[in-house]
């Protein structure tokens, strides 16, 4: 299977700061990856989509400036939470859709755990 | 309304033994994908399992196979032989003509020896 790597894994921050993570795939080109955002207990909720080289799109709720995405190249993408506060704590995970299969299924990172104190 | 419906909060099951964790789906579209997904207590979610809509037969990977009946809307998951490493959330989720994946709110499996 393809591998998608994700980093920080754990990350604390204090309020008012900006924190960025980075999403990568590791053995395809992904020209699309999402960003999803995953509260204790509950399940996955997209936030955006993230497109190569185009303006991410975002998810109705959520907010651009705050949550500012970069498609740079193919196999890397990145979520930068800006000026963080505690209810921006959360775990974010990111998948990369193999388009180089039928089904397109996507691939998920390990997750980031986001503390802002 | 919801597109992806998960009944079962949480399941258990006896090492060995199979299971079957409901999925029931809604949309419109006539392409679809459903995904099932593991999530094991250190967060990371792993694909198992994929059934395309168009797809005659029911999907089989390993231990997991995928129980599709395309009039009833449903795709639930069945693991066989369970093993207490199978113990984890799991996920059933839809692609439609978008590409986004839409999840539904999982099942908890408990595995016991």
């Known amino acids: 299977g393809a591998v998608v790597s994700q980093h920080p894994s754990r990350v604390i921050c204090k309020s008012g700061t900006s924190v960025k993570i980075e999403c990568r795939s590791l053995d395809f080109q992904a020209t699309t990856m999402f960003w999803y955002r995953q509260f204790p207990k509950q399940s996955l909720m997209l936030m955006a989509t993230s497109n190569e080289g185009s303006k991410a799109t975002y998810e109705q709720g959520v907010e651009k400036d705050k949550f500012l995405i970069n498609h740079a190249s193919l196999t890397l993408s990145t979520l930068t939470v800006t000026s963080a506060h505690p209810e921006d704590s959360s775990f974010y995970i990111c998948?990369?859709?193999?388009?180089?299969?039928?089904?397109?299924?996507?691939?998920f990172g390990p997750g980031t755990r986001l503390t802002v104190t | 309304a919801q597109k992806i419906t998960q009944t079962q909060p949480g399941m258990f099951v006896q090492e060995k033994e199979a299971v079957t964790l409901d999925c029931t789906y809604d949309t419109s579209d006539p392409s679809y994908g459903l995904f099932w997904y593991k999530q094991p207590s250190s967060g990371e979610m792993i694909f198992l399992i994929y059934?395309?809509?168009?797809?005659?037969q029911n999907a089989t990977e390993g231990r997991y196979s995928l129980n599709f009946q395309k009039a009833r809307k449903s795709a639930n998951l069945v693991i066989s032989a369970s093993q207490l490493g199978d113990s984890a959330m799991y996920f059933c989720?839809?692609?439609?003509?978008?590409?986004?994946?839409?999840f539904g709110t999982g099942t908890r499996l408990q595995v016991f020896p």
């Open positions: 998948s990369a859709r193999d388009s180089r299969t039928v089904r397109g299924e996507q691939y």
């Open positions: 059934q395309g809509s168009y797809d005659q």
């Open positions: 989720a839809m692609r439609e003509a978008t590409d986004k994946l839409i």
